[in-house]
């Protein structure tokens, strides 16, 4: 007797389940999708992670040679600029001691010089020995 009355129960139980089903098969759907997309995306998040990660160290590794690089140049500006002062200061003191004065052109042909060869101080030694006649030497 108890085990036709749990059997009664039990069908009872499965119909109004079923019912509620089809009532609000909505629901059911998309919870289903959810565990069906869960399920399948578990295998990919870790791949996904690693991948992440992966390119997030790249963006590092580049954002730092992007910072040396900036610091390089910032840097050769830097001696370019105190190359081009050293060389001008050099000049007018010769000039100065010969009792001459630079004129424009001669001084903007000297920051010339110097800014295109700014690698290179003897090609500035001489293209300045070029512009003025006489030899200054820059480092």
């Not at 060869?117 to 480092?139: C, H, K, L, M, Q």
Request: proline share 1%; aromatic share 6%; hydrophobic share 40%.
């Amino acid at each position: 007797m108890t085990a036709k009355i749990l059997w009664v129960s039990s069908k009872h139980l499965i119909k109004r389940v079923w019912h509620w089903v089809k009532s609000h098969w909505q629901i059911c759907l998309a919870a289903t999708v959810l565990i069906v997309v869960s399920l399948a995306s578990r295998a990919r998040t870790k791949a996904l992670m690693e991948s992440l990660l992966h390119l997030r160290g790249s963006y590092e590794k580049e954002s730092e040679g992007l910072r040396q690089i900036h610091e390089k140049e910032v840097a050769d500006l830097k001696l370019a600029e105190k190359r081009k002062s050293e060389a001008l200061r050099a000049v007018e003191e010769r000039y100065a001691a010969d009792n001459r004065k630079l004129d424009r052109k001669k001084k903007q042909e000297i920051k010339e010089a110097v800014s295109k060869n700014v690698e290179d101080p003897n090609e500035i030694t001489r293209r300045i020995a070029e512009i003025t006649g006489f030899s200054v030497f820059v480092e």
